[in-house]
């Protein structure tokens, strides 16, 4: 079955950078879009970042200028930098793949932003 696996979350001071990872388990074919989600305590989830097979990005507006989603097609990986890190941005990160047959998500990654 088709898993996605995340890693790269933790804790940084605001101003700081990390960068996560999301590896898929199995290899889909005909993929539209990776992309990034996030939901902070009693919100919404919402759209982080996103990028197409031609490699079309989107970013919501909040994090334009700090963020970064990239893709490497040989290690079935999508990759989001996160730089300029503010405490808003403390939440559950998840990888979300969209393909031809159907939606999967990864099981999500702690990101929490404090002094």
């Known amino acids: 079955q088709v898993q996605l696996v995340e890693s790269g979350g933790g804790l940084v001071q605001p101003g700081g950078s990390l960068r996560l990872s999301c590896t898929v388990s199995r290899r889909i074919f005909s993929i539209n879009t990776m992309g990034w989600y996030r939901q902070a305590p009693g919100k919404q989830r919402e759209l982080v970042a996103k990028i197409t097979s031609s490699d079309t990005t989107n970013y919501a507006d909040s994090v334009k200028g700090r963020f970064t989603i990239s893709r490497d097609n040989a290690k079935n990986t999508v990759y989001l930098q996160m730089n300029n890190l503010r405490p808003e941005d403390t939440a559950v990160y998840y990888c979300?793949?969209?393909?031809?047959?159907?939606?999967?998500w990864g099981q999500g990654t702690q990101v929490t932003v404090s002094s």
């Open positions: 979300n793949v969209i393909a031809y047959r159907g939606a999967y």
